[in-house]
């Protein structure tokens, strides 16, 4: 089993940053099976949309085009950990972020993601 704790979240301004964090832990097989990392958002009245994905060698990165340039993903494998650092942040930005792992690599599609953490409220203000 697979366990993701995410933390980091908040109340920012506009224009202003933030940087969340997902700690994965379990038995070191479940976490070697883990081949991709990725980052979900899910804004109140909307439906969950994929944010960035990572690699577990991160030697693959992919950005939805809504945080492109503005937000980046990253990983500390050492410390079975994957950021999300999120700069100018606006209002669009205000959701319930989620980490979630998956047994296959390059997948933005949630349905590939069996393992999810209980999510983080990033609340940007304007």
């Known amino acids: 089993q697979v366990q993701l704790v995410e933390s980091g979240g908040g109340l920012v301004q506009a224009g202003g940053s933030l940087r969340l964090s997902c700690a994965a832990s379990?038995?070191?097989?479940?976490?070697?099976?883990?081949?991709?990392m990725a980052w979900f958002r899910q804004a109140p009245g909307k439906e969950r949309e994929f944010v960035a994905r990572?690699?577990?060698?991160?030697?693959?990165?992919y950005y939805a085009d809504s945080v492109k340039g503005r937000f980046t993903i990253s990983r500390d494998n050492a410390k079975s950990t994957v950021y999300l650092q999120m700069n100018s942040l606006n209002a669009e930005d205000t959701a319930v972020y989620t980490c979630?792992?998956?047994?296959?690599?390059?997948?933005?599609?949630?349905?590939?993601?069996?393992?999810w953490g209980q999510g983080t409220q990033v609340t940007v203000s304007s």
């Open positions: 979630a792992a998956s047994w296959f690599a390059g997948q933005t599609a949630a349905a590939s993601y069996t393992v």
């Open positions: 379990g038995r070191t097989f479940s976490l070697n099976g883990i081949k991709g």
């Open positions: 990572i690699s577990w060698r991160a030697d693959s990165i």
